[in-house]
């Protein structure tokens, strides 16, 4: 009994057991099917947008076959076999469960057993764990939610990500994993929400923070609806997290925008996609927006330009440093490097170009300048009258300037084996080297020395070098620069300028002489002529008389020539008589002739026409020429003869000089009128004689040449222009003229007889010889040695004409005359005299004053009857004219 009794309850407990068994399985099974719905539903939307994603990247391919075959996406067929795999044996694991719950329901009266629980168990596991598996294979976040927000299912990269047990996340809302305003990413849902009950689908980019953790998450996302019976009752989402990508975009957008050098990114038809800000500055645009406006075809100053690099760019993987020219905003161009390169899909085909720009404007314009100096250095230097060298540390020629054949006679070509002092002359080759050396080591900054150095013909040529060192960018001494100049015709014309200024101190004292002489010439001159005058003079006297005034204006003609020769004048042309010029110049230089027992013969044709030159330069000529004949002669005898001719050419006056002197050598006569260049002797002449003679031909529209004859000696003939103008004047004084009688001189003194004459001079043998000779015809005459006595005179009674020196002595200084005749004048108040000028110097030049414009002079020496002359003419109102009487 009691044995049955236990049977019972242990029955009565095993169906209890079973019972709850059945329950919890039905509980289970039931959650189970809820939950495989779900997962279901999850599987089928990631598979799904992972079929779409597979189809777009392999629908690229297929589309690009030649044919275009219509057929699916690789990715996808192969995709959908696999799905419809796994949908058939999930199917079967559903079919045998629901198989055993119907028999656990039906068969109440038989529990199942232990062992068909277990498999029941396994299968739900199994069945559990293969959809586990599936969405833990994802490295994306997957999540099922719900409207409100809970979670009903997630993969194990959402647990990694929130650092939960899967067991924490289920049931839990999502808002609980993030911190609040941690992000626009709540914000974005909600705006979405509508927008996603409406269309079951959403996609987007969300920035959360999740608790806990303090980085910024970007997560891209895409939402489908999940729906049952045609309504929605959750979300089925997909995230990927793009935190990464989005800091590399970060960065690459900073470093984008960041760049001197312009980024552009165009299409193949000439679109601008994206340009960066230095790109939108280097082309003077104010906006990005204003570039993309553009084409890149406008942007190109040529279109071809465009063209021709849109071809190579396809056909180079990339082209680089490739220079082209844009156009700014502004309608100026600018110069760019660019770097480009094709970006293509997987077929080939060019998608975008993309390239960088840098502006090399400024360094062209750089390069320009930098080319432009280096053409005005080389010029320079080319064309520098200095001879430039640059040596270096072994004093090799490193460079030498065109100017080395010019001074030296080398070529360029022929200074490459030289060093410096190679041909420079013994003497001055230690001071050279030891300069050299003071450069290199710092010593001296800057120097100058003067060497010889020997001319490729073997003459020497002494040049001035300016030396200076040639340091490199740190400021180390490699080298030496110098500049050298030929000073050989400088030296030689240095000797020249000093004969000059001896010359010229020569001529100032002839000149001072000539002027002393011409006061007691004019002494003689009038007491001769008053003492042959005087009566019972008899005839012995008077020959004598005669021969003395002879003799007195033959030395005031040569004192008249030294005077003319040596004044330097400035050059005045006017008609002149050639052939007094002959005889003037060779009156200057007879005397040396005579001494050196050379004959003249002196042939000239007469009645020539004038010529319009100067009368001084041209004598300059005329006895460089008789003075060169007479050294010629003198060089091979001790006498010899010299012919001057002068006769007319066609509408030219000739006039030659020959002699029978050394003559000149064939091979110099083309040189002998070249500046310094000398047939004579060390000493002998400067060689600037015959050069200045042919200038001054030149200047007179004539030509000089020169011949050396056959039988010796040489000649020289000058051909000069006639002249078209009036009548040439005559130069010299009339040779050795007598004195006029008293007999030719009365009619001239009647007609002055009772005039009044004040004479002014501070020589005394002057005022004596005026004062008794116009006294003797009549004249009333007052004599002054200064200004204040003629003052004295002045204001004691008047005068008709007054005698002035122009070059008054008074008390140890000189009185300009002109100054003393104001005075005066001015004195003399309304009976004002006359005025002549005695000098004696060249009247030429003397200027006028406030009291006469046209001052009268009488140039010394002078007889009376030259006084009595002018003192009628300028009484009898004649015109006053500046004029010399002799």
Request: aromatic residues 6%.
């Amino acid at each position: 009994m009691h044995e049955d009794n236990q049977r019972v309850q242990k029955a009565a407990r095993r169906s209890t057991q079973h019972a709850d068994k059945r329950a919890v399985f039905s509980s289970r099974f039931e959650q189970f099917e809820k939950r495989q719905s779900e997962l279901w539903r999850l599987t089928f939307v990631v598979l799904f947008v992972l079929a779409l994603f597979f189809a777009w990247t392999s629908w690229g391919s297929v589309s690009s076959l030649a044919h275009r075959f219509a057929v699916l996406p690789i990715g996808l067929v192969v995709l959908i076999l696999l799905f419809g795999i796994y949908v058939w044996k999930k199917t079967q694991e559903l079919s045998e469960l629901r198989g055993l719950m119907r028999g656990m329901e039906h068969r109440d009266e038989a529990p199942p057993s232990d062992r068909q629980l277990d498999q029941l168990f396994s299968l739900i596991s199994r069945s559990q764990q293969g959809y586990r598996d599936l969405i833990d294979s994802f490295d994306d976040i997957l999540l099922a939610l719900s409207l409100d927000g809970q979670i009903r299912a997630a993969n194990r990269s959402f647990s990694d990500l929130v650092d939960t047990p899967f067991q924490q996340i289920i049931g839990k809302s999502i808002a609980d994993f993030l911190q609040e305003g941690s992000g626009d990413g709540a914000e974005l849902v909600g705006r979405a929400m509508p927008r996603f009950m409406e269309r079951r689908q959403w996609t987007g980019v969300v920035q959360v923070r999740l608790k806990g953790q303090g980085t910024l998450f970007y997560f891209d996302c895409v939402a489908h609806a999940m729906l049952r019976d045609g309504e929605i009752h959750g979300i089925t989402v997909l995230a990927r997290d793009i935190s990464a990508l989005r800091k590399n975009e970060a960065r690459f957008t900073e470093l984008f925008e960041s760049l001197q050098e312009g980024i552009y990114i165009t299409t193949p038809d000439g679109t601008i996609v994206d340009v960066n800000p230095a790109l939108v500055r280097m082309l003077g645009y104010d906006s990005k927006e204003e570039v993309l406006k553009r084409r890149v075809s406008e942007i190109f100053v040529d279109r071809e330009e465009r063209k021709n690099l849109k071809e190579e760019v396809e056909r180079q993987p990339m082209i680089q440093g490739r220079e082209i020219t844009l156009i700014r905003k502004d309608g100026t161009s600018i110069a760019c490097l660019n770097t480009a390169a094709a970006v293509r899909d997987n077929s080939g085909r060019v998608l975008r170009y993309q390239g960088a720009l840098m502006d090399i404007t400024e360094r062209r314009e750089m390069e320009r300048r930098l080319h432009q100096q280096q053409e005005f250095a080389r010029r320079l230097v080319d064309n520098f009258p200095d001879l430039i060298l640059v040596l270096d540390a072994a004093a090799h020629y490193t460079f030498v300037s065109p100017r080395c054949k010019e001074v030296l006679g080398y070529e360029i070509e022929d200074t490459q084996s030289m060093k410096f002092g190679g041909r420079t002359h013994p003497e001055d080759l230690p001071a050279a080297e030891s300069l050299y050396q003071d450069i290199m080591t710092g010593k001296q900054n800057f120097a100058s020395l003067e060497i010889r150095v020997r001319h490729k013909t073997g003459d020497w040529r002494r040049i001035r070098f300016n030396f200076s060192p040639l340091a490199d960018e740190k400021g180390n001494i490699e080298g030496v620069v110098l500049s050298g100049r030929d000073v050989t015709d400088l030296k030689r014309l240095e000797e020249q300028l000093i004969q000059a200024e001896k010359l010229a101190a020569m001529g100032q004292m002839l000149a001072g002489v000539a002027h002393e002489l011409n006061n007691p010439l004019t002494a003689i001159l009038g007491v001769t002529e008053l003492l042959r005058d005087r009566p019972g003079a008899d005839d012995s006297t008077k020959r004598q008389l005669e021969l003395t005034h002879r003799q007195a204006r033959r030395a005031a003609r040569i004192v008249q020539n030294l005077l003319e020769f040596s004044r330097p004048a400035s050059p005045q042309k006017k008609p002149l008589d050639l052939n007094n010029l002959l005889e003037r110049t060779l009156q200057l230089h007879e005397h040396s002739l005579r001494r050196n027992n050379i004959e003249v013969d002196f042939r000239l044709q007469h009645d020539l026409p004038g010529v319009v030159g100067d009368a001084n330069q041209l004598i300059q000529v005329f006895l460089n020429l008789i003075t060169n004949a007479e050294q010629a002669i003198r060089e091979v005898r001790d006498s010899g003869r010299i012919q001057i001719r002068s006769g007319q050419n066609g509408n030219q006056l000739a006039v030659t000089v020959q002699d029978d002197g050394v003559g000149i050598r064939p091979e110099a006569l083309p040189r002998i009128f070249d500046p310094f260049y000398t047939t004579k002797r060390p000493g002998g002449g400067t060689g600037l004689g015959l050069s200045i003679c042919m200038s001054i031909i030149r200047e007179h529209g004539g030509s000089i040449e020169a011949e050396t004859l056959p039988a010796g000696g040489s000649a020289f003939t000058i051909y000069l222009p006639i002249a078209s103008m009036r009548a040439p004047e005559t130069f010299s004084i009339p040779s050795e003229p007598g004195a006029v009688s008293s007999n030719e001189i009365q009619p001239t003194a009647n007609l002055l007889r009772g005039r009044s004459v004040l004479v002014l001079d501070d020589e005394e043998s002057l005022r004596m010889l005026l004062q008794e000779g116009l006294s003797a015809y009549g004249l009333r005459v007052g004599c002054a040695a200064t200004t204040e006595e003629a003052l004295a005179h002045v204001q004691r009674s008047s005068y008709d004409v007054l005698l002035c020196d122009l070059h008054l002595s008074s008390g140890g200084f000189m009185v300009d005359g002109r100054d003393a005749a104001s005075r005066i004048l001015q004195a003399a108040g309304a009976q004002k005299p006359a005025v002549i000028y005695m000098t004696g110097d060249l009247v030429e030049g003397v200027e006028e004053t406030a009291d006469q414009s046209h001052p009268v002079c009488l140039q010394k020496p002078f007889r009376v009857s030259d006084v009595l002359s002018l003192l009628r003419e300028v009484l009898s109102d004649a015109p006053a004219e500046t004029r010399q009487t002799r």
